[in-house]
Each structure stands twice: as structure tokens, then as C-alpha cells.
């Protein structure tokens, strides 16, 4: 489809269900191949990162674990710049490699407190993993190991992402509609 609607929102096609692979797949290449032998610890950011965190561990073939917390800062289209932390972390994290997957970065409100939370728990490293990423939005200072797709400021939804808990699960991502 190349338009929808959502709630009371008019969306349109902006990266297809196949882009969408292909950008999953050439990300865990670099994942395989970066993390042999470290047996690194997949810590998925819910809600919105469990369709690419599923679909990309499936690609992965490296010896790992997987688990999941669950932070939110979002209310309707806008980031509340308030994160509440609704599932905390429990696992030993001391001499991991820890690799966190994230549906999206644009802030970065988000990732500075997990990235911090992560920290004081002593991991051997920490990769950051999004499969998108709004530069212009970014106001905090972190490194980003893995992006999947850098896209501009605009309100998304679909692949997980939604609109007020609507919309996460669309194959494809949509934008907002220009009028």
C-alpha cells in the first residue's frame, strides 16, 4: 500500500518490506563477522525493536544470547525527553560484550540512559546497534556502531514503530503525508 491511515493520521510509503531485509541482512554480515568468538549478549530495546531484533537474530550465527528490557520515551508523534523504565536489566553483565538493538535513535534520550544503566554494570563493551537513525534529531553524545538506515526528522510508523501503540505491525514503514 502506498498510503494508510492510522488513528487520525494519513501516512505514506517510505521504506519498503525488501528494503527493509536488505538493510537487516547486510547488518548482521558486519555483526557475524565483528563478533565471532565474543558470544555477545543481544539486549533488545522493547517495544519497538522486536520486529528487527527478530528478524535479525535470525541471521546471526554466532554463539549468543538474547534478552530484552523495555524503555519507553514517546507520547502520540513527539519525544516526551522523560524515559520511564518499565522492564529493568538482570543479567551479569561484568566482561560481556553487550551489543543493544534499537529500532530507531533520534534524540538519543533513550540510548544515553541504557548506554549509562549498561556501564555501571561493567561489560567488556557495549555496541550500539538501530536499524534507523535521525541525525538531525540526535542532541546527545554516543557512538553508534551499526545503522541500518539514517532517515530525516520525520514521524515514522509500521516495522514495529507506532503511532500512540498502533501501526507496529505494517511490513513496510510509512511517514507522515505531506498535504
Do not use: H, W
Request: proline share 3%.
Amino acid at each position: 500500500m502506498d498510503k494508510i491511515r492510522v488513528k487520525d493520521k494519513e501516512f505514506e510509503l517510505f521504506i519498503s518490506a525488501e528494503k527493509i531485509n536488505e538493510t537487516i541482512s547486510r547488518i548482521a554480515d558486519q555483526l557475524n563477522t565483528d563478533l565471532k568468538g565474543k558470544d555477545p549478549l543481544f539486549m533488545v530495546i522493547l517495544n519497538g525493536a522486536f520486529m528487527f531484533a527478530g528478524d535479525l537474530i535470525k541471521k546471526i550465527t554466532v554463539d549468543c544470547e538474547v534478552s530484552f528490557v523495555k524503555l519507553s520515551s514517546y507520547s502520540g508523534t513527539r519525544s516526551t525527553a522523560v524515559v520511564k523504565e518499565l522492564i529493568g536489566l538482570n543479567e551479569v553483565l561484568r566482561g560481556r560484550t553487550v551489543v543493544v538493538i534499537e529500532d530507531i535513535i533520534d534524540t538519543g534520550v533513550t540510548m544515553e540512559l541504557m548506554i549509562g544503566k549498561l556501564k555501571e554494570m561493567d561489560p567488556r563493551d557495549v555496541k550500539i546497534v538501530t536499524f534507523l537513525f535521525k541525525p538531525e534529531a540526535l542532541t546527545k553524545d554516543f557512538a553508534i556502531d551499526y545503522v541500518g538506515i539514517e532517515i530525516p526528522n520525520k514521524f515514522i510508523v509500521g516495522y514495529g514503530l507506532d503511532y500512540d501503540g498502533f501501526g507496529r505491525n505494517l511490513p513496510d514503514i510509512y511517514k507522515i503525508a505531506t498535504t
